[in-house]
C-alpha cells in the first residue's frame, strides 16, 4: 500500500472549475478519481496506470481529465464544466493492478481521506 493525500476541493458555481491533486508516498501502477455523494454509491471517476492509459466514466467523459506527474508521484483531476449533481467527496484510490478500470477504483486498498467538491446552481 502507498499513502494518498488529497487536496484541492472546494465550492464553485455551476459550470465552474477544479483541480483536485493526490499525492502518492511511492509508486503505484493504477491510480484514479472515486467520489460518494450523501445517499449515494460509490462512483468511479477516472482512472489512469503509468502507461499513461486513462479511462472515464460516462457520467464525467468529456468534462473532467485525469493525469499524473510521474516524477512527483502525482495524480490530478482537472474538473471543468462542473454542474450539481458533481457535488461529492472526492477520493484518490491506487492499487498495483493491471487492470485500472474506474469502477474498481472504491475497492482498492490504497485510498486517502477524500476532499470535498460542492457544485452550487
Known amino acids: 500500500q502507498v499513502q494518498l493525500v488529497e487536496s484541492g476541493g472546494g465550492s464553485v458555481q455551476s459550470g465552474g472549475s477544479l483541480r483536485l491533486s493526490c499525492v502518492a508516498s511511492?509508486?503505484?501502477?493504477?491510480m484514479g478519481w472515486f467520489r460518494q455523494a450523501p445517499g449515494k454509491a460509490r462512483e468511479g471517476v477516472a482512472s489512469?496506470?503509468?502507461?499513461?492509459?486513462?479511462s472515464y466514466a460516462d457520467s464525467v467523459q468529456g468534462r473532467f481529465t485525469i493525469s499524473q506527474d510521474n516524477d512527483q508521484n502525482t495524480l490530478y483531476l482537472r474538473m471543468n464544466s462542473l454542474q450539481p449533481e458533481d457535488t461529492a467527496m472526492y477520493y484518490c484510490a491506487a492499487e498495483n493492478e493491471f487492470d485500472c478500470a474506474p469502477y474498481r477504483l472504491p475497492d482498492f486498498a490504497s485510498r486517502g481521506q477524500g476532499t470535498q467538491v460542492t457544485v452550487s446552481s
Open positions: 489512469t496506470d503509468k502507461d499513461g492509459r486513462t
Open positions: 511511492g509508486y503505484i501502477w493504477c
